[in-house]
């Protein structure tokens, strides 16, 4: 199994951007997904969670922007960030909880993404 992030890019404050983790190779399900984001000299920080249920959690710091969703017609998880603000200006990164061949479960993380904000 293999997780490709893509997506994010520059905006101005007040516009959206979304970004995104596809999976390929053989699996059986996706159970939970958690993005995360790092600015520079910052510790890194969990902003958004979704299980395969459907349950979604939110950092206070994104609620009511930030939407995360998974399509798994695409094998893909989504991160949709709207209102952006220059705050926001960090790597993105995804966590993809993964049931395996074997049922194994495994976490796999995206290389990161670059979003930048300016006012």
């Known amino acids: 199994v293999q997780l490709v992030e893509s997506g994010g890019g520059s905006v101005q404050a007040g516009g959206s951007l979304s970004v995104a983790c596809r999976v390929s190779?053989?699996?059986?399900?996706?159970?939970?997904v958690d993005w995360y984001r790092q600015a520079p000299g910052k510790q890194r920080e969990l902003i958004a969670s979704i299980t395969s249920g459907g349950r979604r959690d939110y950092a206070d710091s994104v609620k009511d922007r930030f939407a995360v969703s998974i399509d798994t017609a695409e094998s893909t998880v989504d991160l949709e960030m709207n209102n952006l603000a220059p705050a926001d200006t960090a790597t993105y990164i995804c966590?993809?909880?993964?049931?395996?061949?074997?049922?194994?479960?495994?976490?796999?993380w995206g290389q990161g993404t670059q979003v930048f904000v300016f006012s």
């Open positions: 966590k993809v909880d993964i049931l395996e061949l074997g049922y194994v479960r495994n976490n796999h």
């Open positions: 190779g053989p699996y059986f399900r996706i159970n939970a």
